[in-house]
């Protein structure tokens, strides 16, 4: 009796202790969930047939050394080039792998590359990615990437709004300017020289540098007669600039464009007696006008250091506005009224210019020589900012 007592004690000592073990394991917290593998920040800007689209990738989990995002195309788009990482595709599947030197990200950190792509019919932009083969979401829910059909907020937005034609030179792949932008030479060929640069940019890694000589014959621009197809009757140019002399007393033009309309004469963009200003080819007005207080309106273009330059011409009302970095210049804006020392010689006759090319480059009369670097070039509709 007492062996079979003691068995029994036994037992519900030990069922008890089992049931202390199992409760253990019932009442645990559980584990809180991982949060996103990765977050993404997706910015495309299109046209009929093409695209081309920023992509920021931020790590949500352990540091890593090297890494890879991959996601599907729901349409036909087919990447054509890349930048700041090898973007290749198989199919629909397009997977970007980081280059040497922005391959460790520490956790919540972010790296940025982009590609140009071809499609027709729609581009929609992907909502799923794998990040080191891993969904970004963690399995549940997927990130939001910012796509190319969402409205900007008002006013200028950094970068290029989605209508815009864009090009910050990334996509070249020679030394020389290729695709749609062309070298020319409007007079006759000497010391001016362009070529695509790979040692100095803003944005990226290529930049567009113009070795600008003194003289009438060294004249040398990169011309692109697509980029501003897109804008209709009204265009905002945007481009930067940096350059290594300042602007001199004589007339020098960076930045010209053909315009049908005034016998295909150039509007032109550039600088006399140091500050910038625009010149109407078909009968030499200024804008400003070249008085002392006319030029004080304007500004100088600042050396060694990269400028946002932006313009609007309207087509339709004959006008134009300009901002260096971001302000307006008072003494380069043809408001459609008159107004001594800045915008009188110009509005003494009718002007509707229609735009046909976008060049740039270098033109000096006499004195001037320069180099400078264009990069990052938006034109569009709206007012694109910097």
């Known amino acids: 009796m007492w062996e079979r007592s003691r068995i029994k004690e036994v037992l519900v000592l030990a069922v008890a202790a089992a049931l ?22 997706w910015t495309a800007n299109q046209w009929a047939t093409g695209l081309t689209a920023d992509v920021q990738v931020t790590n949500g989990g352990a540091p890593v ?44 950190a972010s790296a940025r590359f982009g590609f140009q792509a071809t499609y027709s019919g729609s581009n929609t932009a992907p909502t799923a990615f794998s990040f080191n083969g891993v969904a970004c979401d963690g399995g549940g829910g997927t990130p939001s990437p910012e796509p190319s059909t969402t409205s900007p907020p008002p006013g200028p937005q950094e970068g290029c709004v989605p209508t815009a034609i864009c090009d910050g030179f990334e996509t070249q792949a020679g030394g020389v300017p290729a695709g749609d932008w062309a070298v020319t030479y409007p007079d006759c060929s000497g010391a001016g020289r362009a070529v695509i640069d790979r040692a100095t940019a803003h944005s990226g890694s290529v930049s567009l540098r113009v070795d600008g000589a003194a ?28 350059h290594t002399t300042a602007l001199p007393a004589a007339h020098v033009t960076a930045v010209a464009m053909r315009d049908s309309a005034d016998g295909d004469r150039d509007l032109r963009f550039g600088g006399q007696n140091g500050a910038l200003q625009f010149n109407r080819a078909s009968d030499d007005a200024t804008l400003p006008e070249q008085s002392p207080a006319g030029v004080a309106l304007s500004a100088p273009l600042p050396v060694n250091t990269w400028n946002c330059v932006e313009f609007k011409v309207d087509g339709s009302a004959g006008t134009i506005e300009t901002w260096l970095n971001g302000t307006s210049v008072p003494g380069l804006l043809a ?14 006759r009718a002007w509707r210019p229609a735009l046909t090319d976008l060049r740039l480059g270098w033109e000096s009369y006499g004195d001037g020589a320069d180099t400078l670097w264009y990069d990052d070039v938006a034109v569009s509709g709206a007012r694109n900012g910097c």
Do not use: E, K, M
């Open 20 to 41: 202390v073990v199992a409760s253990f394991v019932v009442v645990r917290a559980p584990v809180a969930s991982a949060g996103p593998v990765c977050t993404v920040q």
């Open 215 to 242: 003289g009438y014959c060294n004249h040398v621009f990169v011309r692109n007669t697509r980029i501003l197809g897109t804008a209709g009757t009204v265009w905002y140019v945007r481009f930067w600039v940096r």
């Open 65 to 108: 050394t090297s890494w890879t995002l991959s996601w599907a195309f729901a349409g036909d788009q087919r990447v054509t080039s890349g930048w700041n990482a090898t973007v290749t595709q198989a199919g629909a599947v397009v997977t970007a792998a980081s280059a040497g030197w922005n391959g460790t990200l520490a956790t919540g």
């Open 335 to 348: 408001d459609g009224t008159p107004t001594h020392d800045i915008d009188g010689q110009w509005l003494n």
